[in-house]
C-alpha cells in the first residue's frame, strides 16, 4: 500500500538507532513517508544488548525483540531482511541491494551500526574464530557451547567479559585474554578492576591480562592460540571482542565526508542534504558512540528534522557503563583518571567487597567508579551531569546520598530525595518526573507497564531496582516490589528468580536446583517441591524426568483423594458429550466396584466417588476398554473444556461450539499447567457454557471468536475480559494454546490465570498474543512440543504396571498372631 | 509384653522420598523411606483428622499429610512447627534392606 503524496524515506540498517527513531517520526509525522527499511542481517529489529542474557540463557531472542512482523506491517514499512545495501546512487537517488533490489529515496538514512574489530594475527579466518555482534554469533557460541569444550575470548571489556560469563554458564572452560593489566581499563581504575577480575575468576572463568596474541593455531578449523611469550591455549572456540569500528565504507564509496564515522552535523545532517546518519556509524563533533544512550538521542534529533523541526540539536552527555552480569555489580562513569588538578575520595570494604571512588575537579564531579554496591550511581551521575557543587557534602559524599543532611535515609527515601529531572534510564534518557506522572497519568501497577509506557528499564534493564522504587513510592501500598515473598522456608528466593535461575543456568532436575541455589534443607519441603517439578517439568520439556515423589498424591495416583482416604475416579468426556456406550461401561463399573457414590459434576462429566486405592488399576481397566482416559480431574494442568449445543442443535447458535470445545480438548490434553485450568466455548452471547468466568473462554458470534480470559468463580469471582476476536476455529485454538503456553512458561505454581495476568498486566498480555504474530507463533510451537511428552494417559500406564508400588499395601501382618 | 519382629518387605519396594502402607488389625501403618535411604514407620493416620500419612510428600526426615498439611516428623511421630499433635512411631529394623517392624503382642491383644 503506497501513501499518495507522501515522501519516500528509504533507511539503511535495522538496529537499536533507526527503530528508535521511526517511533518518533510515527508519533511526531504520522503518514509523512513511505518506509523502506534494508537489513542486512535477516530479522526484525531487536534489542542488541540484551543479546548476553540470550547467550546465558536468562531470555529468549523473543523476549528482546523490540518491533516484531506485525509492527511494521501496521506502520506500513517494507522491511527488506537479509538485503545489505552495497551502492549509494546520490545522482540517482537510488541505492542497490546485494539481491538486486533498487530503492529510490527522497530522504536517505544510514544506520549501519558497526563492524567488530577483527586482530590481523594468522589463523584470523579460521572456522570456529568469531566475533560478538548479532544473533547469529550467539548461535555459534551456542552451538559451540555444546561440546562444553574449551573456549578463549580475546578481550577483557564489556562485551568480552560478558561473553565469557554467559559461555561459562553454558558449560564451556573459559579463558580471558586481556592485552592491558586490568580488565575494562577504560570504564574502571585498576583497583575496581582487580576487584572485577576477582569476581570473574570466582565463576570458574581464567583471566590472563598482559596477553598478546601472536597468532590463532589450527589446520581446518582452530585449535588453540599462541601469545607473544609463546604461551599455548588450546581451544575449540576463539571470541573475538576488541572493540568496534564505525561501519563507513559504503558511505566513503559514495563520496560523503568520513572521518572516523560518518562526518554528522548536530542536526544529523551528513554533507548530503538528503542524507543523514544515526547510530554507531555517525560521528557528531569528533565523537562516535558505543552505548544506546547517545544514539537514542541521535534518533530523536534526526526523527524531528526528519519531521521538519529543525531545531533539536545533538549534545553531548557521559553515559554510566554498567556490566550485565547476574551477580556483578559494577557502575562507571566520566573520567577518572589521576592528575595534579584532580582530587579523589575512595571508600573500599574488602570483606563485602566494595569498592567506591569520585574523582572530583574545582568541587565537582567529574568521574565515578562504583564496584559491589552501585545504588547510589544514579545521584552521582545527576551531581556530575548538574556540576552540582559539592564543597557542603565532601566529608560524607562517598558514603552516597542516604548520608547527606543528618541520619541515613532508607533507599526508598534515597530515591524520593531525588529532583524530578535526575536520570533513572540512563539507556533511553528517562527521568524520575517522567516515570512517576506516566504511572499516575496511565494508572500504571506493574512493571512491565512502566517499560511499555516510558521505555525506562526496557533496554538493559539494570535501573529496574529504581524504576520499582519509584512504583512504591508513586503507589504505596499497591505495590511492593522489595519484599519478594520466598517460595518456601527451604530458600530467600521467590518463584520469579527461581523460574528464572533454572532456564539461567541450565538446571534440569531438583537436586540441581537445590545445589545450585544454596537450597537450606537437604531436600525441600512440600511447598518448594511440587513447584520446582513443575517448574522443571514445564522448561524442559524432553529432558526432565518427572519425579513423581514431588508430585502431590492426587496427581502421583491420578484420582483425587477423598476426606476419608478412598479416591474419586473422573474420566474425560470430550467437550462434556457422551454416548449409550459409554454410560453403560461406567454403570458396569460402579457395579462391579461398589462404588457408593455417582455425581455429575461442575465440569459436564461424571465422578465416580469413594473407590479404594487398589481398585483403582482395576476401575481404570474397564473404563479403559470402553475408550475413557482419565478426565486429569486432580490435575494442576487442563481440566475441561465445557461446551453448549451450538450451531448444530440450538437455534441462536452461530458456530460450531461443541466441535470446537472437543478440539481443543483433544489439542491440549495432558498438559501441566501452574494451577488447574478450566476453559468453556459457548455458540453465541447468551453463553449457555458459563465462558465468562473461566480461566480460558470461547464466545462464537456470526463474525468468529471472541476469546476472552482471566475469569474465576471459586475463592474469587471475576468475570473474563476479552482478549481478542479472531476469525477462524484454527486462529482460535493457536491463540488460545499460545496463551496457555505463556502462562505456564511465567505464572508462580499455583497461580490461577487471573491472578498471573493481574500480575503481569491483561495489556501485555494481549500486545504479546494478539499483536507478536512471532511471538504468538513460538509460544504454540512450544506447547505442541511439549504436548509430545506430556500426552500419554495415565491411566493406561498404570494399569499396565506402571507404579505398581502405588496401589497395593507393602505387606499385611498381625491377622493371623491376632486370631491365635 | 513381648516384641515380635515381623517382616514386611525389602527396602526397595519403597520407592526413595515415598512410602507404603503395610495392614494390620490395629490399622495401617505407614512405612517410609528418606532421601538418605533410612526407614521409619509411624501410624498412618494424620492427628489432625486422621489424613492417611502415607500418601504425603516426604522431605528430610518428615511427611507432610496430604489433607491439610500437617508436617509430621517421621523420627518422634509430632507434629512440627506451630500445629500440634502425635502419632505412635513403631521401630523398624533394616538387614541388609531386609525390613521388620517390632509388633508388641500386647498390643495385639488389646486391639482385638
Ligand atoms: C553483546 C552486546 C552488548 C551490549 N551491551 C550494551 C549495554 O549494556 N549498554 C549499551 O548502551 N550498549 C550496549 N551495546 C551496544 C549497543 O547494542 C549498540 O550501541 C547499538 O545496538 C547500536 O545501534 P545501531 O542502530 O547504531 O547499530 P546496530 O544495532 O549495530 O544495527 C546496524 C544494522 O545495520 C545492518 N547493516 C550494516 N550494513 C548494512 C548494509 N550495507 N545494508 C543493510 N544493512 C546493513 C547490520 O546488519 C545491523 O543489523 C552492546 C552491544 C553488544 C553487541
Ligand atoms: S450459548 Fe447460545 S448457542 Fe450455545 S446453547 Fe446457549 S443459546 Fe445456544
Ligand atoms: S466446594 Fe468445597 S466442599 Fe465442595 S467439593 Fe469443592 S472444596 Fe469440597
Ligand atoms: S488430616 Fe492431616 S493435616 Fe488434616
Known amino acids: 500500500m503506497t501513501n499518495l503524496g507522501a515522501q519516500k524515506l528509504v533507511i539503511i540498517g535495522n538496529g537499536m538507532a533507526p527503530g528508535r527513531m521511526l517511533e518518533h517520526l510515527f508519533e511526531q509525522a504520522p503518514g509523512l513517508y513511505d518506509v523502506t527499511i534494508f537489513n542486512a542481517e535477516p530479522r526484525v529489529n531487536y534489542d542488541r544488548i540484551m543479546l548476553s542474557p540470550v547467550l546465558s540463557g536468562e531470555k529468549t531472542f523473543e523476549d528482546i525483540i523490540i518491533h516484531g512482523d506485525g509492527w511494521y506491517i501496521e506502520n506500513n514499512v517494507t522491511l527488506y531482511k537479509g538485503h545489505r545495501i552495497v551502492e549509494i546512487n546520490r545522482q540517482a537517488r537510488t541505492v542497490t541491494s546485494d539481491h538486486g533490489v533498487t530503492e529510490s529515496y527522497d530522504k536517505l538514512v544510514i544506520a549501519t551500526g558497526s563492524v567488530p574489530f577483527i586482530i590481523p594475527v594468522p589463523g584470523k579466518d579460521l572456522p570456529g574464530v568469531i566475533t560478538y555482534r548479532d544473533l547469529d554469533d550467539v548461535d555459534a557460541m551456542l552451538l559451540a557451547a555444546q561440546s562444553r569444550e574449551k573456549a578463549i575470548v580475546i578481550g577483557g571489556g564489556l562485551l568480552g567479559l560478558e561473553a565469557a560469563a554467559g559461555l561459562a554458564l553454558r558449560g564451556m572452560d573459559v579463558t580471558v585474554l586481556h592485552v592491558m593489566p586490568t580488565l575494562m581499563e577504560r570504564q574502571l581504575d585498576p583497583a575496581a578492576g582487580y576487584l572485577l577480575q576477582k569476581a570473574v575468576e570466582e565463576r570458574g572463568i581464567k583471566v590472563i591480562t598482559k596477553a598478546n596474541t601472536k597468532r590463532i593455531i589450527g589446520t581446518d578449523r582452530v585449535e588453540g592460540i599462541e601469545l607473544d611469550n609463546g604461551t599455548i591455549i588450546p581451544a575449540t572456540l576463539v571470541v573475538m571482542a576488541v572493540g568496534i569500528r564505525p561501519n563507513a565504507g559504503l558511505a566513503k564509496d559514495a563520496g560523503l565526508a568520513v572521518n572516523r564515522g560518518i562526518v554528522v552535523d548536530a542536526g544529523m545532517q551528513s554533507s548530503d542534504g538528503d542524507i543523514l546518519a544515526v547510530g554507531e556509524c555517525a560521528e557528531v563533533d569528533g565523537m562516535v558512540y558505543g552505548l544506546v544512550a547517545p544514539l537514542y538521542e541521535m534518533a530523536r534529533v534526526a526523527a524531528a528534522h526528519l519531521a521538519g523541526d529543525t531545531k533539536p540539536a545533538f549534545v553531548h552527555s557521559d553515559t554510566p557503563t554498567k556490566l550485565k552480569v547476574t551477580g556483578i555489580n559494577l557502575f562507571s562513569l566520566g573520567d577518572f583518571a589521576d592528575g595534579d588538578d584532580r582530587e579523589e575520595i575512595v571508600l573500599r570494604d574488602a570483606t563485602a567487597g566494595i569498592y567506591k571512588r569520585v574523582v572530583i575537579k574545582d568541587n565537582r564531579i567529574i568521574g565515578t567508579v562504583l564496584y559491589g554496591e552501585t545504588s547510589d550511581g544514579a545521584w552521582f551521575n545527576d551531581l556530575k551531569k548538574k556540576g552540582t557543587d559539592i564543597s557542603a557534602m565532601r566529608d560524607t559524599l562517598i558514603f552516597g546520598q542516604s548520608f547527606q543532611g543528618g541520619a541515613p535515609l532508607d533507599p526508598m527515601a534515597a530515591v524520593a530525595a531525588l529532583p524530578d529531572d535526575a536520570e533513572i534510564c540512563g539507556c533511553n534518557g528517562i527521568c524520575k518526573g517522567k516515570i512517576t506522572s506516566t504511572i499516575t497519568a496511565k494508572g500504571l501497577t506493574t512493571l512491565d507497564g512502566v517499560r511499555a509506557h516510558t521505555k525506562a528499564s526496557a533496554s538493559c534493564g539494570s535501573c529496574t531496582g529504581l524504576v520499582e522504587q519509584l512504583m512504591s513510592l508513586t503507589l504505596g501500598d499497591a505495590y511492593n516490589p522489595a519484599a519478594v515473598t520466598p517460595m518456601c522456608t527451604c530458600t530467600e528466593l521467590g518463584h520469579d528468580d527461581v523460574r528464572r535461575l533454572i532456564k539461567a543456568k541450565g538446571l534440569k532436575s531438583i537436586p540441581a536446583v537445590m545445589q545450585e541455589l544454596e537450597w537450606k534443607t537437604s531436600c525441600g519441603c512440600a511447598k518448594c517441591r511440587p513447584a520446582l517439578n513443575y517448574y522443571l517439568v514445564c522448561d524442559w520439556p524432553d529432558e526432565y524426568a518427572d519425579d513423581y515423589q514431588s508430585r502431590f498424591i492426587n496427581e502421583r495416583v491420578h484420582a483425587n483423594i477423598q476426606k476419608d482416604g478412598t479416591y474419586s475416579v473422573v474420566p474425560r468426556m470430550w467437550g462434556g458429550v457422551t454416548s449409550a456406550a459409554e454410560l453403560r461401561a461406567i454403570a458396569d463399573v460402579v457395579d462391579k466396584f461398589e462404588i457408593p457414590m455417582v455425581k455429575v459434576t461442575g465440569g459436564q462429566r461424571i465422578d465416580l466417588l469413594g473407590v479404594e486405592k487398589e481398585d483403582l488399576p482395576a476401575v481404570w481397566a474397564d473404563l479403559g476398554k470402553a475408550g475413557f482416559v482419565s478426565g486429569q480431574a486432580y490435575a494442576k494442568g487442563l481440566r475441561t473444556v465445557k461446551t453448549c449445543v451450538g450451531s448444530d442443535w440450538c437455534r441462536f447458535g452461530t458456530q460450531d461450539s461443541t466441535g470446537l470445545g472437543i478440539r481443543i480438548e483433544k489439542f491440549m490434553w495432558g498438559s501441566w499447567t501452574p494451577a488447574k485450568l478450566k476453559l468453556a466455548v459457548s455458540g453465541c452471547p447468551r453463553n449457555c457454557a458459563e465462558a465468562t468466568c473461566k480461566d480460558i473462554g470461547v464466545i462464537c458470534v456470526d463474525s468468529g471468536f471472541e476469546i476472552h480470559f482471566a475469569g474465576a468463580a471459586g475463592l474469587d469471582i471475576k468475570g473474563t475480559d476479552v482478549l481478542g476476536l479472531v476469525k477462524t476455529e484454527d486462529e482460535a485454538l493457536e491463540h488460545i494454546v499460545a496463551l496457555t503456553q505463556m502462562y505456564r512458561e511465567q505464572a508462580r505454581y499455583l497461580e490461577r490465570i487471573y491472578k498471573w495476568a493481574k500480575r503481569i498486566g491483561h495489556d501485555e498480555i494481549r500486545r504479546q498474543i494478539m499483536e507478536d504474530h512471532d511471538k504468538r507463533r513460538a509460544y504454540y510451537e512450544r506447547f505442541v512440543f511439549s504436548q509430545k511428552f506430556a500426552q500419554v494417559d495415565p491411566w493406561s500406564e498404570r494399569v499396565s504396571g506402571k507404579d505398581k508400588h502405588e496401589f497395593k499395601p507393602m505387606a499385611a501382618v498381625g491377622f493371623h498372631q491376632a486370631a491365635e | ?112
Do not use: Y
Not at chain 2, 512447627?81 to 495385639?108: H, K, M, W, Y
Open chain 2, 1 to 112: 509384653m513381648t516384641t515380635n519382629w515381623i517382616a514386611i518387605g525389602h527396602i526397595d519396594d519403597i520407592p526413595l522420598r515415598g512410602a507404603r502402607c503395610v495392614k494390620t488389625p490395629d490399622g495401617k501403618i505407614a512405612v517410609f523411606r528418606t532421601a538418605e535411604n533410612e526407614v521409619f514407620a509411624i501410624e498412618d493416620q494424620c492427628p489432625h483428622k486422621g489424613g492417611p500419612l502415607s500418601q504425603g510428600i516426604v522431605h528430610g526426615r518428615a511427611v507432610t499429610c496430604p489433607l491439610h498439611n500437617f508436617v509430621i516428623s517421621l523420627e518422634s511421630g509430632r507434629a512440627l512447627g506451630a500445629d500440634e499433635g502425635e502419632v505412635r512411631t513403631i521401630p523398624v529394623r533394616n538387614i541388609d534392606g531386609q525390613l521388620s517392624i517390632a509388633f508388641e503382642a500386647a498390643a495385639l491383644v488389646a486391639a482385638e
